[in-house]
């Protein structure tokens, strides 16, 4: 499954996607959990100290913000569209 990274993340990531096999049935949690093995930079960027998401970073799936639907219990299905975006700033 192809997870879709933008701007400063893609740094982290070294590139655009990242693929991950078998994320079919994982939570969003269990997701960043593979995530955070392969870039481990990518914890501090995503996460709280408690564990949350930092509150700036937005994961969607399908288009839709994780934190308003299961957040880190969201279950992800086969034909998801996931998409990580950091924060934006402009002026």
Same mark, same amino acid.
């Given at each position: 499954m192809e997870i879709k990274v933008y701007a400063t993340l893609r740094e982290v990531a *070294? *590139?655009?996607t990242v693929e991950i096999e078998n994320l079919a049935g994982l939570t969003v949690g269990q997701m960043l959990e593979q995530l955070f093995g392969r870039f481990p930079a990518l914890q501090s960027k995503l996460l709280n100290r408690e564990g949350d998401f930092h509150s700036a970073f937005h994961i969607?799936?399908?288009g839709r913000d994780a934190r308003y639907l299961d957040s880190l219990e969201t279950v992800i299905k086969a034909d998801d569209?996931?998409?990580i975006?950091?924060?934006v700033g402009g002026g």
């Open positions: *070294g *590139g655009k969607l799936i399908n569209e996931i998409r975006f950091p924060p």
